[in-house]
């Protein structure tokens, strides 16, 4: 799943090379009148190291503050950037067009009833050459800092949506504990292949695996209580919303008690979803991008409730998923949320990003959300 850059202080990947593609569409441009050529610019006060906040707190998102006076298009990103009015009235006429020209019937059974084929398909065009690798992660999560010192001891971390090991090989790479093992799950059959092909690819520390985070059963050799971190990464929006019950109840399981959710994904009115056009919109801030492939939009509130375990949903362009992939091991109806509280959440932040095209005098608004989730 795509990664864009987690924050202004962090040198991440691109988010304009990393983001999982939707249309080739022009993002919303606001041109202003060129600034004077060859004038001198200050040193910014966010390249103080005193100044960085990010160091000492990973949720800080950074601390490259866009304040009045400055010139916005000294950097080519800002931190903590609300959108203005402008932004708001044309987000809201694109929503209103996307809604009177929905996926059709026919193309909504087509596409949710086998999301891992669109997500070969993808695997079997880009193989491990669309991602970077997510160097950034330890910043973001320092408990994945943890987990690979050396004396940490026996821990076992679980990636869900790996994809081709963006996130699992910078891990290892940083790994000094020999009692670390990561297993990288993908319900793309291809995803995993790429995995396994990798030259850095030792079974002794990680394991991949084709699964599917919302059927009934746990990741290949993994028992219930037995995972110290699991990871998502741009997976979650990837799901309907009626497998997020399913998913989340098989994160609790194959977690310890203490263990610990790293979740990162897209938030309410990223530019992604904004500049989505006619034929894409599958229901409520659920996209079918250009692909083939999924992508859910999240407020934080409701990230909250589902990850609390108090979220229900009635979804009826994917009822017959929700049917199916609600039911416990058991074959019971039991919802997600007759469990109270699955986890306590720690953090969850939403960063905005404006990124600055800085030759075109382009504005980019991004959004995502970033939490640490612990199973009570």
């Known amino acids: ?9 962090v040198v991440g990947p691109s988010p304009a090379v990393e983001a999982v593609p939707v249309e080739s569409v022009a993002a919303l441009a606001i041109k202003e009148v060129e600034t ?51 932004y708001k009235e044309h ?21 949710n009833t086998d999301p ?3 997500w070969d398909l993808f695997y ?9 690798n997510r160097k950034w992660l330890q910043q973001e999560f320092p408990i994945l800092t943890e987990v690979t010192k050396e004396d940490a001891g026996p821990k076992v971390v679980l990636e869900i ?12 790479a940083n790994n000094k504990n020999p009692q670390l093992k990561v297993h990288a799950c993908d319900y793309s059959k291809i995803a995993v292949d790429v995995m396994r092909k990798h030259e850095e690819y030792d079974p002794k520390y990680i394991q991949a695996d084709v699964w599917d985070a919302s059927s009934d059963s746990l990741p290949p050799d993994l028992e219930e209580g037995s995972v110290d971190v699991a990871i998502l990464i741009f997976i979650f929006s990837a799901l309907s919303p009626g497998q997020w019950a399913q998913a989340v109840r098989n994160v609790h399981r194959v977690l310890k008690p203490g263990g610990m959710v790293c979740f990162r994904d897209y938030g309410r009115g990223d530019l992604a979803q904004v ?16 692909d083939g492939t999924r992508v859910y939009f999240f407020d934080q509130d409701e990230l909250a409730d589902i990850w609390r375990g108090k979220k229900t949903t009635t979804n009826t362009s994917t009822s017959e998923e929700k049917t199916v992939e609600s039911q416990d091991v058991d074959g019971s109806e039991e919802s997600i949320a007759d469990v109270s509280e699955l986890f306590e959440i720690q953090n969850l932040g939403v960063d905005r990003r404006m ?10 608004y991004r959004c995502w959300l970033q939490g640490r989730f612990r199973k009570r």
């Open 124 to 132: 079997k065009n880009n193989q491990a050459n669309f991602f970077k």
């Open 355 to 364: 990124l600055v095209n800085r030759a075109e005098k382009i504005k980019m």
């Open 275 to 290: 500049r989505f056009r006619k034929n894409r919109y599958l229901e409520e801030n659920f996209y079918l991008r250009g």
């Open 1 to 9: 799943m795509a990664s864009p850059m987690p924050s202004g202080g």
């Open 161 to 172: 949506g790996a994809g081709a090991g963006n996130t699992a090989f910078p891990i290892l």
């Open 36 to 86: 004077q050529t060859g004038a001198q610019l200050p040193p910014h006060r966010s390249h103080d190291p005193t100044n960085n906040l990010k160091r000492s707190d990973p949720f800080q998102f950074g601390s490259r503050f866009l304040l009045e006076g400055d010139d916005v298009y000294e950097f080519n990103a800002w931190d903590h950037v609300e959108t203005n009015d402008e």
């Open 116 to 118: 891992a084929k669109w």
């Open 91 to 111: 987000a809201e006429r694109q929503y209103a067009k996307q809604r009177e020209h929905p996926v059709s019937d026919f193309e909504k059974r087509r596409f």
